[in-house]
């Protein structure tokens, strides 16, 4: 059984602010990374997110230095490792990098796969050990320090990697999918000690996921790529609330999407839409762009804006349960309403049963209206 570190202790080191201008990078006519421009401020958990094949990967090994972009600058801590006239190989960037199949050094031992970072450092071998044996302890393997890496179960592989990064005392860390091979139970407890560990550290973290619910549980500001581009780059809360396009609202969740007409403008950025399923219906929703009235978009509805009501009360769109699923803090539902649409992952604290007649209210301000085929 693993052990969960207690982390109160600062392990600071001066975080890297990061930055990248237009950088470019193509594999012959692929183009993988197309004009990505960002900064990210010192001591900020920046999670890029976007679906397999998006250009997460191919940022990570331009950033490590593994890969060289076509074009485009990336500074690290103010300094140029990429650039017209610039390129630092990885070993002088000051980083380290957390990798999804552990990467560890088989012929040594957890100790001496932590302390390798150290090794050339000028401490001497006692503050060395006494570094090591605490990082062994945050990570919650102490125990297991004279193991081997094949002695170790994935997770357990994974905390000695997290040591081995910290031990490199680097302003910048880097982790490629790090959970993606374990299951569910470590994944959860794991990503909780990189998420207190790094910010310990006082480092900065990039890390990429095609996990929404990772992003959003790790992050402090959430990149999303799409088709190699920078498509939005904000607070999870941001992103959630306010999407830049119909493929990121897609891809961090939508509870059910459907075609409306506009009706009229009714406030700011709010528009009165007749839901093509309940045509007596009228809702309010957000845009974040002008439209027309007429205009053929569609409403995309998070599913934290949806409520159910008992059939008889007098608010709401008329549905019917289809499935409902017991999550521990309440129930999960999928709502079917007029003919044919479908509401997924509607949360109540009380279960309503399938086949059961309800009502479902739509929050305003979590339904946008989008134009369907932006981000494609
Ligand atoms: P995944 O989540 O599946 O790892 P990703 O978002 O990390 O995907 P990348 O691995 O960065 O995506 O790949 C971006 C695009 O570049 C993909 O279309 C991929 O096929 C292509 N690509 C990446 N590396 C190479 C390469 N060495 N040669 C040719 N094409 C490549």
């Known amino acids: 059984m693993e052990r969960v570190a207690v982390v109160t202790a600062d392990l600071s080191h001066h975080a890297a602010g990061v930055s990248m201008s237009r950088l470019c990078k193509s594999f012959g006519e692929k183009v993988a990374l197309a004009d990505v421009t960002l900064a990210i401020e010192p001591g900020t958990f920046l999670v890029l997110l976007g679906p397999s094949g998006s250009g997460k990967t191919t940022l990570l ?54 302390a390798f970072p150290l090794t050339s450092s000028a401490r001497t071998k006692g503050d060395r050990t006494a570094r090591v044996d605490d990082l062994l302890e945050r990570v919650g393997i102490g125990h297991l320090a004279d193991r081997f890496p094949n002695q170790l179960s994935g997770g357990e592989q994974q905390r000695v990697a997290l040591a081995r990064a910290l031990a490199a005392d680097v302003g910048l860390i880097l982790f490629d999918e790090p959970l993606s091979n374990l299951d569910a139970d470590r994944r959860e407890q794991l990503r909780i000690e990189i998420a207190t560990l790094t910010r310990a550290a006082g480092a900065t973290a990039v890390y990429i996921t095609h996990d929404q619910s990772e992003a959003f ?78 205009d053929a978009m569609s409403l995309f509805v998070r599913a934290a804006g949806v409520s159910l009501l008992c059939a008889n009360d007098p608010k709401g ?25 479908t509401l997924s992952k509607i949360f109540s604290p009380t279960r309503f049963e399938r086949g059961r007649a309800v009502k479902v209210c739509f929050d305003a301000s979590s339904s946008f209206v989008m134009d369907p085929t932006r981000g494609m």
């Open 61 to 114: 090994r331009c950033l490590a230095g593994i890969e060289r972009p076509t074009s485009g600058v990336i500074a690290i801590d103010g300094r140029d490792v990429v650039g017209p006239r610039a390129f630092v190989p990885p070993e002088k960037r000051h980083l380290a990098m957390v990798f999804q199949d552990y990467a560890l050094w088989p012929h040594l031992t957890v100790r001496r796969n932590v």
């Open 217 to 294: 549980a790790l992050a402090d500001r959430v990149g999303v790529l799409n088709h190699g581009r920078l498509v939005q780059i904000d607070t999870p809360e941001a992103i959630y609330r306010r999407p830049a396009d119909a493929f990121v609202a897609r891809f961090t969740g939508v509870a059910g999407e459907f075609p409306v007409a506009l009706l009229h403008e009714c406030g700011p950025d709010r528009y009165e839409v007749a839901l093509p399923f309940a045509p007596d219906e009228r809702i309010e929703a957000v845009a974040f762009e002008r439209f027309q009235p007429g």
């Open 317 to 341: 769109v008329h549905g019917r349960i289809l499935d409902v699923a017991f999550n521990g803090r309440g129930y999960d539902h999928v709502v079917s309403v007029g003919q044919g649409a």
